[in-house]
């Protein structure tokens, strides 16, 4: 799983990278349009120390665990029946929840919206509202699918979310009043807001109240690209079943259009 926004506003970066996995649900309508849904966990990442020269000096981090919900169609290219293989395409929604953390100069994991980094809910900021940890994206996407047998199939997949919310990665707009945020957030708020002070050569001076700290104007998105494995039920139930009754034994079929 990967993201873009404002501590990653270009392009894909490998090192960025977390561990996703999930769970997928497919029922095929007709020989084009299959429904689908599911749920993912992933992980993402970034710092400044990778991001472009000029925001270096900015020295923020962040990590969240996400996890969503999704659902949607997906329609085939070719018929897979015939072919054993088919591009397809992919749109629908997704809820998701994320809480962003980052390490502080110890080392010790510090959950960020607590912080009001932003001015976020301070009663000098009664613009800024803090933002929400569960939200929801549109999603979409494209991939292969290839029929292995009657039972399997692979494939590959690239998914997209695009998400209403700027703040996967606790950077929006600007920089508040230091002296306000200390005095009703703390020090530690102060210390994770702005961290260009830890870094060989960087400002010592905390930016001044309206300096640009994000950019509002373009929410952050999360993508994951990935291998799939799709286990048809009733092929399942169709082998169970000759099985057992070479045996003299009855049982059951799967429905034959439910798969996952």
Request: include cysteine; aromatic fraction near 14%; hydrophobic fraction near 30%.
């Amino acid at each position: 799983m990967n993201y873009q926004g404002d501590l990653n506003p270009s392009s894909f970066k490998f090192s960025h990278s977390g561990l996703t996995l999930g769970l997928i649900y497919r029922k095929p309508l007709n020989r084009w349009f299959t429904f689908r849904g599911g749920i993912t966990v992933g992980k993402i990442m970034a710092a400044d120390k990778w991001n472009r020269d000029y925001l270096q000096m900015r020295n923020l981090s962040f990590t969240t665990t996400l996890q969503e919900i999704h659902t949607g169609l997906e329609v085939n290219v070719l018929d897979i029946s015939t072919q054993r293989f088919t591009p397809y395409l992919y749109g629908g929604v997704a809820v998701f929840h994320f809480n962003p953390w980052t390490d502080d100069k110890t080392g010790t994991k510090i959950y960020l919206k607590p912080l009001s980094t932003e001015g976020q809910g301070l009663s000098a900021y009664p613009e800024r509202k803090p933002y929400q940890l569960t939200q929801f994206s549109l999603s979409f996407g494209a991939g292969l699918k290839f029929a292995i047998s009657d039972a399997l199939q692979i494939g590959i997949e690239l998914n997209q979310r695009k998400t209403f919310t700027d703040y996967l990665d606790d950077v929006s707009s600007s920089f508040v009043d230091v002296d306000i945020l200390r005095q009703e957030r703390g020090d530690k708020a102060v210390e994770l807001s702005y961290r260009g002070d830890e870094i060989p050569n960087g400002q010592l001076q905390y930016p001044g109240h309206g300096d640009q700290r994000g950019t509002p104007s373009e929410m952050d998105w999360y993508y994951f690209f990935g291998f799939t494995s799709e286990i048809k039920l009733h092929a399942i139930g169709s082998l169970f079943s000759n099985t057992t009754n070479k045996k003299g034994v009855n049982s059951q079929r799967c429905p034959r259009n439910v798969s996952y």
